[in-house]
């Protein structure tokens, strides 16, 4: 029986030209291809590829299938969307490798990183991630509301860019809200909210407003929010979109 494996790889923020080669490759070599649907579906077809798609709330279950598939002999490729050790399919490997089959954890894995979609949305701009900054998930899905809470508030006090990803959803409608409220209890009502779209792919759209005008309304589940520092700078510029952009220097 031949060694199986599983390579974790992230797919990038959408435009296929921001694959990065390795993850291509590895790709090529799969035989089985296991993620969320939207995200299996954005690997072209080839014969002998076993597609495996499933609805996004079941990853450890998806990532114990990826682990059996590989402990058979197969060579299986777990896709997420951007960066698959982000709020995504590598943590729920890891997951299920350390409560699984002792044997899971003699397993060739690997992770192919990609471009998650906070750097896709900020190159867009300029450079608002060009201080400290941090990232959270805004999802109550997998943790309490009162932690993620507290860990905005320690974020606003420390002065850091914020980047939310799982900003909204249908069945989320009302965090983004609170989260904006509670920005503008620590930062000025000046400071800059990128709303980033569907960064890279033909749907984009971006939106700069200020935290004062800033509306959860702006956002769906494809959008990434980032929430400007005391010292992050919006220059306008009569074409349209204005470059946003943190130094790296804090006066001291
Ligand atoms: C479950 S997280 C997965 C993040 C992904 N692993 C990454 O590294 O980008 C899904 C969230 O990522 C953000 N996201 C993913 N792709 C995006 C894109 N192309 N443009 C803007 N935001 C994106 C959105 O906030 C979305 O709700």
């Known amino acids: 029986m031949s060694r199986g494996s599983v390579t974790v790889i992230g797919l990038g923020p959408g435009d296929p030209r921001l694959l990065t080669v390795a993850a291509s490759e590895a790709l090529a070599q799969a035989d089985d291809l296991i993620g969320y649907f939207p995200y299996v579906a954005r690997v072209p077809e080839r014969p002998g590829l076993v597609r495996h798609a499933t609805d996004n709330r079941v990853e450890v279950d998806r990532a114990r299938h990826a682990l059996e598939l590989a402990a058979s002999g197969r060579r299986v490729a777990v896709v997420s969307g951007g960066d698959p050790g982000v709020f995504a399919m590598a ?18 894995i690997v992770v192919e990183p990609g471009i998650t979609a906070m750097l896709a949305a900020a190159a867009r701009l300029g450079a608002p991630l060009g201080g400290d900054f941090c ?32 900003p909204i959803s249908s069945a989320r409608p009302w965090q983004l809200g609170r989260a904006l409220g509670l920005a503008a209890e620590f930062r000025a009502g000046t400071v800059p909210v990128i709303f980033a779209r569907a960064v890279s792919r ?13 509306r959860e309304a702006t956002a769906d589940m494809a959008t990434i929010v980032i929430i400007g520092a005391s010292g992050t ?20």
């Open 135 to 166: 990232a959270l998930s805004l999802s109550d899905n997998l943790k309490p509301w009162d932690v993620i809470t507290a860990r905005l508030e320690a974020v606003f006090r420390a002065d850091f860019v914020v980047a939310l990803y799982n």
């Open 202 to 214: 033909p749907d984009e759209a971006i939106c700069v407003l200020t935290l004062d005008a800033a």
């Open 91 to 108: 943590a729920a490997v890891f997951e299920a490798v350390e409560q699984g089959e002792l044997e899971w954890r003699d397993l060739d």
């Open 233 to 252: 700078r919006m220059i306008e510029r009569a074409s349209g979109q204005p470059f946003v952009y943190t130094p790296r220097s804090v006066p001291r």
